[in-house]
Antibody, heavy 120, light 108 residues
C-alpha cells in the first residue's frame, strides 16, 4: 500500500525557517517524481514545487522561488521542503504527492498533510 | 501564466447528473486531471488524462476535454459525492502545475 506521511509542520514566526519531511513507503520511491502542494485555510490547492526521481530537475512556483528548497534522499525514501524567510501567506497545509509518469503532472497519491502556521 | 477557471459552486439533486467545467485557453491540447477533496481530507484523484479513471473510482465519474473547456461529469449523484473538485494541468510554458480554483459540489 502506497503511503506518504508528512511531518515537520508547526508554528513559526515571520522570517523564520522550517523543514518539512515526507516519508514514503509501499512503492519504489527512487522511481517517481514528487511534488509539494499547499492549501491555505479555506482556500484552494496551490502547487509549490517538483523534483524528478534523480533530483536532476526541480521546479518552483513563483511565490516560493528563492525561499523554498525541495530535495530528496532516495536511500531514506524521503522528500523534504526547506522553507526560509517564511511569510504569513505561507500559512497552509502542505501535502506531498507522488507523480505518476503516464501523464503530465499526474498526482496519484497524496499524504494527509502537515500544517504550517506563520504568525507572531 | 496559465489560468484554469472553475465555477465556485454546483448544486444537484441526488440521482441527477452533475457537470463541473474547467476553462482554459486551448485546454483541449493539455492533459487534464480531476481531484475530489472532502473536508479535512487530502485530495483524491478521480479522473486523469482527460477521461481515464483510477482503479477504485466508480464509473459514475467521467471526463471530457475539448477546445477551451474540460468537464467532469458525475452521473447518478450520491450524497457521498459532496466535496470540492479541482481540475489540474501541467503548463509547459512556465514549467508549473496549475490548479483550478475549485468547485464545491452540493447535493441537495
Amino acid at each position: 500500500e502506497v503511503q506518504l506521511v508528512e511531518s515537520g509542520g508547526g508554528l513559526v514566526q515571520p522570517g523564520g525557517s522550517l523543514r518539512l519531511s515526507c516519508a514514503a513507503s509501499g512503492f519504489t520511491f527512487s522511481s517517481y517524481s514528487m511534488n509539494w502542494v499547499r492549501q491555505a485555510p479555506g482556500k484552494g490547492l496551490e502547487w509549490v514545487s517538483y523534483i524528478s526521481s534523480s533530483s536532476s530537475t526541480i521546479y518552483y512556483a513563483d511565490s516560493v522561488k528563492g525561499r523554498f528548497t525541495i530535495s530528496r534522499d532516495n536511500a531514506k525514501n524521503s522528500l523534504y521542503l526547506q522553507m526560509n524567510s517564511l511569510r504569513a501567506e505561507d500559512t497552509a497545509v502542505y501535502y506531498c504527492a507522488r507523480e505518476q509518469s503516464i501523464a503530465a503532472s499526474l498526482l496519484d497519491y497524496w499524504g494527509q498533510g502537515t500544517l504550517v502556521t506563520v504568525s507572531s | 501564466s496559465y489560468v484554469l477557471t472553475q465555477p465556485p459552486s454546483v448544486s444537484v439533486a441526488p440521482g441527477q447528473t452533475a457537470r463541473i467545467t474547467c476553462g482554459g485557453n486551448n485546454i483541449g491540447s493539455k492533459s487534464v486531471h480531476w481531484y475530489q477533496q472532502k473536508p479535512g481530507q487530502a485530495p483524491v484523484l478521480v479522473v486523469y488524462d482527460d477521461s481515464d479513471r483510477p482503479s477504485g473510482i466508480p464509473e459514475r465519474f467521467s471526463g471530457s476535454n475539448s477546445g477551451n473547456t474540460a468537464t467532469l461529469t458525475i452521473s447518478r449523484v450520491e450524497a457521498g459525492d459532496e466535496a470540492d473538485y479541482y481540475c489540474q494541468v501541467w503548463d509547459s510554458s512556465s514549467d508549473s502545475v496549475v490548479f483550478g480554483g475549485g468547485t464545491k459540489l452540493t447535493v441537495l
